[in-house]
DNA sequence: CTGAAAGCGCTAACAG
DNA sequence: CTGTTAGCGCTTTCAG
């Protein structure tokens, strides 16, 4: 690996000046700047960005900890990030720390190690104490971990409550809420879903049921309760998930339980994907602000980074809008 | 940010004696190792892997470059291989490569610089000429990249000939290959499927038909061409994708304009992920080996970075598997 | 416009 | 068992 001091000797000048070149600084003749560009592409030079950090260079790197990038949801608003970042000139390292709080803790350590300039937290078990100490620039997507580190996420509220009175417009009356139920102790974000779907039914004199279905349980396990409930109890007509895989999953089961789809029984998703709008379009959902989101996310941590800002229990919230389709009305 | 030399200070010892306690190197009394993690806990110390990579240490760091997080294939397979590197105490630079040659070439230097130990390439472009001067380890998924670049790839070939025999057997005769094609230029190991689809329906006395889909054009204009392609061709009675979510595509399409599967058109894809199984379990397709796929290509990177092994044209194929749904048959 | 020298935070001989 | 010293590859005063 060719160094910055190989191509001076090259280039016949001092390493002072290749470093010039390089970070375009200063004043250089364009003699030794054709030089040296000529010395670096000999050598097929490339930089070692740890040296360059290590004097307190910022490292435009960027790291994401997010739960799992197999779920289309957070995969699109991943790739969201992150090509926003590039255009930004800034590099992503992902985490994926798949639920688990040792991995996401050993990924916090290593993004913190390798100075990365900022850090944006998707995961959504429950919070880690470390993240109370971190001093770099940092922000949360729809999670609280602590009371320095900003928020932004979509009205959770304002969704589940659209997806509430979507189903009972449709005709609906016997309404479950299929998905994460809030386990008790410390509220977050995303449980306000709950508590608008508890809210609105009440609204309409409706009582509420719920399938709890935690992220932890396979996907076949879900199917095989979501198929029991729907088995024991044929006078369900109206179903809201709190992610749109568990309605893909809910349709699944009625088309094998001969269930009409709107008819018997409405479904209403949430997540509102690019995906689930290319293949399956049929599937009424909340599609959250993706795009905004990421956005959002980027300009919260960029202001730290570039302005020092510094956020005190600051939570942004982005509207929810609903995607109609044929699994509702 | 707390350092080296202050953990020393606060313990009362020399930087030398913190760092052996840090790498567990040479022989330290009991009492001075404690004082050390006391002062280390105390001052919240988080080595700075940057200075300790500048030595020439391993960064422990595996960069990944690939074409996409969204696409259910990639993701996976990428979750899978980040999850067996963590368990090597790897962790994983996930770059996005969107396609893009210049992001590719942007990442792989971003790689370099960063001095990662290893790097495993799976885009689908044509091959950026950066590749030919990479001094580090390196891998590629189904792709050629160099001639000292190994590949891991499943067998196209094979895959392919099952899918084309699984129509055929199901009693197709008129069959279109929906995907994308063989440009012309260089082949690559993903140009066996059409090859063996031509193979294997020639074998039948069978026509080949192909309605090229590029990885470029977008979901909707795929959605409108395979439309196009059904309306116009009635007689189509079997189609074989190179890929999962266009045989869903193809399924909608179906659906939407009144033609039955199996019975009037039989469809299988290919890649065959959990995602597919478990959310739309009714496809026929053709299934990767994706966790030994994952594990070979790392196991072919480790050769390299731990035994310094070298490889000039090596290719592994592992073998596909028909996964039998209600679509073919 | 260019160079010499110091130092970023850490590790690794070499001494003791 | 512990400390001193030099140096990884680069940037940055300070001189000229």
Redesign the pocket.
Known sequence: ????????KKA?????????V??N?????????NKVHTAMKELN????S???S????KTQLIGLIFPSITNPFYAELIATIEDQLFKSHYKTILCNASNDQNKERDYLNMLVSNQVDGIIVGTHSKSLKEYQEIKQAIVSFDRYLADSIPIVGSDNYQGAALAAEELINSGASNIYFLGNVHAGRDLQPTDQREIAFRKTLAEHQLTPNFLPLSTEISVNIKHMMIRELLQKNQNIDGIMTTDDLTALLTINVARELGITIPNDLKVIGFDGTKFIQDYYPELTTIAQPISDIAELLINTLFKQIDNHDHYENKHFILPNKLIKGNTSR
Not at 45 to 48: H, I, K, S
């Open positions: 690996m060719a160094k910055l001091e190989d191509v001076a016949g000048v001092s390493p002072t000046t290749v470093s010039r390089i970070n600084y200063g004043a250089i003749s364009e003699n030794t700047r030079y490339q930089p070692n740890l040296a360059r290590l004097q307190g260079k």
